[in-house]
T-cell receptor, first 114, second 116 residues
Framework: EADIYQTPRYLVIGTGKKITLECSQT?????MYWYQQDPGMELHLIHY???????EKGDLSSESTVSRIRTEHFPLTLESARPSHTSQYLC?????????????FGSGTRLTVV | GESVGLHLPTLSVQEGDNSIINCAYS??????FIWYKQESGKGPQFIID?????DKRQGQRVTVLLNKTVKHLSLQIAATQPGDSAVYFC???????????????FGAGTRLFVKA
């Protein structure tokens, strides 16, 4: 079944550690996105990609980086985690063209930096 | 974590009643609209969509209404059930005429509480 997967589901990590949040999709979607969402709050776009070797920063400033070496994989990396990075991170994908399709979201990674 | 946005508005309804969730969108050039449902601890899930050449679309227990004159979108849920308790986000797509690509803008979301 085509889907989008995020790992880990939950992560508690110490300040200063480097972490990578994984996101993979099996739908062959060209576009992928990372959103940050505090509990009960709005979605904020932090990174997106329109295809392999294409990455852009989103509307919300973020200290994270992303890479897109393969169509199906869009990992997000924090070089040095800080308590202010504590949040939920949602990955999503959509087809390259055809604006009449919505996003498919993963279940999210809830990150806590202590 | 540090809060970066506003707390979501809430709507509380009695089980069995109809719910109406409203959304004001920003761009008159938006040509496609989607409603998402996000349950606690999960990512948003697609509920229903509507294109700008329509003003109403019905699904199973859900109806989306589009008023382009006032840039307003609403989601109606019939006979609301406890399982409908979630946060509901509207989203608008703006198609780039030259490239065929599109940009999606999410609304702030509304938290729906269903009272048994």
């Amino acid at each position: 079944e085509a889907d989008i997967y995020q790992t880990p589901r939950y992560l508690v990590i110490g300040t200063g550690k480097k972490i990578t949040l994984e996101c993979s999709q099996t739908m062959g979607h060209d576009k992928m996105y990372w959103y940050q969402q505090d509990p009960g709050m709005e979605l904020h776009l932090i990174h997106y990609s329109y295809g392999v070797n294409s990455t852009e920063k989103g509307d919300l400033s973020s200290e994270s980086t992303v890479s897109r070496i393969r169509t199906e994989h869009f990992p997000l990396t924090l070089e040095s985690a800080r308590p202010s990075h504590t949040s939920q991170y949602l990955c999503a994908s959509s087809p390259r063209t055809g604006a009449t399709e919505g996003y498919t979201f993963g279940s999210g990674t809830r990150l806590t930096v202590v | 974590g540090e809060s970066v946005g506003l707390h979501l508005p809430t709507l509380s309804v009695q089980e069995g009643d109809n719910s109406i969730i409203n959304c004001a969108y920003s761009n008159s050039a938006s040509d496609y609209f989607i409603w998402y449902k996000q349950e606690s601890g999960k990512g948003p899930q697609f509920i229903i969509d509507i294109r700008s050449n329509m003003d109403k679309r019905q699904g199973q227990r859900v109806t989306v209404l589009l008023n382009k004159t006032v840039k307003h979108l609403s989601l109606q849920i019939a006979a609301t059930q406890p399982g409908d308790s979630a946060v509901y986000f509207c989203a608008e797509n703006i198609t780039h005429v030259n490239t065929g690509g599109f940009k999606t803008i999410f609304g702030a979301g509304t938290r729906l509480f269903v009272k048994a």
